[in-house]
């Protein structure tokens, strides 16, 4: 189960615009997120994962694709939601960011969806005014809600995936 996202995957050519309102959305649960489609390279089903010590518990060590040792993320896990045993439905959603490639383990894929900018709402300040992390904004869609999550602040410094070249 390999698909491959890029600009073309549409089978149109796509300026940064009309990419910035598409989400690939997965579920965890019963609960649905959306990553920007920018972001994503492609989609496996699970695979090995080799175990690597001293990692935060939701980072579930590395794996193999092609050759390149790619790091993998439980974003259940990372949302402290109980684990659950990997099955057929469980995917890993290869992003890039900052030019390095990262897995993130889902409970399954859902779809390609538009959600233009006028339908996004910011997330709510949590308690001590913070904004909440991960959220980028919340969708809102005829039939659901997708919170959009920002890949960047899933990733991070300190797990030491991404290094700034700074």
């Not at 390149?68 to 960011?97: A, G, L």
């Not at 490639?101 to 709510?124: H, K, Q, R, T, W």
Request: charged share 25%; with cysteine.
């Amino acid at each position: 189960m390999s698909e491959e996202f890029s600009q073309n995957a549409l089978g149109e050519e796509q300026d940064d615009a009309s990419v910035s309102d598409k989400y690939l959305t997965f579920t965890l649960g019963d609960d649905e997120y959306g990553i920007n489609i920018g972001f994503v390279t492609e989609i496996i089903g699970i695979v090995p994962i080799t175990f690597v010590p001293d990692l935060p518990p939701f980072v579930k060590g590395i794996v193999n694709l092609r050759g390149q040792m790619i790091p993998v993320i439980d974003v259940r896990m990372r949302f402290q939601k109980e684990p659950i045993e990997y099955n057929d439905r469980t995917c890993v959603i290869v992003i890039q960011i900052r030019d390095v490639p990262v897995g993130f383990i889902v409970d399954s894929v859902a779809a390609c969806e538009e959600i233009p900018a006028e339908n996004v709402i910011p997330p709510p300040s949590a308690k001590n005014g913070a904004q909440h992390g991960y959220i980028l904004g919340i969708g809102r869609m005829e039939d659901k809600i997708v919170l959009l999550l920002d890949c960047e602040k899933l990733i991070d410094d300190d797990m030491g995936i991404i290094h700034d070249s700074a």
